[in-house]
Nanobody, 128 residues
């Protein structure tokens, strides 16, 4: 059974930074996705950053509005995935989820409904 547990959310002012962590365990596929998805009020969960593990070094993906501001990484030995968020904007606010799924076409990586396993989420609030 896949286990995902997020931490590190909070409230910051615009321009600030946060680091989210996701403890992961229980997945055994050789090819899989781990991703961070955000859900704003009244909206669907959408990927902000993802990593696709199918070879030695995972491929990293970002939503366009996050490129240059967000960095996804993983400490494989600790089984922990991170999302470093800098220069935060009020539009970045929402509940951030850590999610896992098996292999899929990278063109659809950001679609939340395609992920199978989820953490409980952590709230990020950015004030102007």
């Amino acid at each position: 059974q896949v286990f995902l547990f997020e931490s590190g959310g909070g409230s910051v002012q615009a321009g600030g930074s946060l680091r989210l962590s996701c403890e992961t365990s229980g997945y055994a596929q050789k090819m899989y996705w781990l991703a961070w998805l955000r859900q704003a009020p009244g909206q669907e969960r959408v990927g902000v950053a993802g990593l696709y593990q199918y070879r030695g070094r995972p491929d990293l993906y970002y939503a366009d509005s996050m490129k240059g501001r967000f960095t996804i990484s993983r400490d494989h030995a600790k089984g922990t995935m991170y999302l470093d968020m800098t220069n935060l904007e009020p539009e970045d606010s929402g509940v951030y989820y850590c999610a896992h799924r098996g292999s899929c076409n990278p063109t659809v990586w950001s679609i939340g409904s395609l992920y199978k396993d989820w953490g409980h989420g952590t709230q990020v609030t950015v004030s102007s």
